[in-house]
């Protein structure tokens, strides 16, 4: 099995900064790609920012310029640093991963979410 865990979520003021973590382990082969999506209340869940294993990066339009995805491999950890945050980036962070389990005798891919961070940016 493979287990994700999200760190470093909490308050803070508007012009701010946090660093979220997550850190997946268990049965991993490989980590194919890795990434932060998030979920504000009554809205769906939506793309922050993504990273594959050779260090292409994608980021939701909201947030370029702002946040930064950055993973160690040694670790199979990801991160996310947030800066210059506004009251509309508070939401759920969830993390993502993609593995290649080292349990099963296939390269199929796996998915697995993290159980959420909360963020709240005050104004």
């Known amino acids: 099995q493979v287990q994700v865990v999200e760190s470093g979520g909490g308050l803070v003021q508007a012009g701010g900064s946090l660093r979220l973590s997550c850190a997946a382990s268990g049965s991993i082969f490989s980590i194919n790609g890795m990434g932060w999506y998030r979920q504000a209340p009554g809205k769906q869940r939506e793309l922050v920012a993504t990273?594959?294993?050779?260090?292409?990066?994608k980021y939701g339009d909201s947030v370029k310029g702002r946040f930064t995805i950055s993973r160690d491999n040694a670790k199979n950890t990801v991160y996310l640093q947030m800066s210059s945050l506004k009251p509309e980036d508070t939401a759920v962070y969830y993390c993502n991963v993609v593995v290649v389990r080292s349990d099963t005798w296939s390269a199929r891919e796996y998915e697995y979410w993290g159980q959420g961070t909360q963020v709240t940016v005050s104004s």
């Open positions: 990273i594959t294993s050779g260090g292409s990066t």
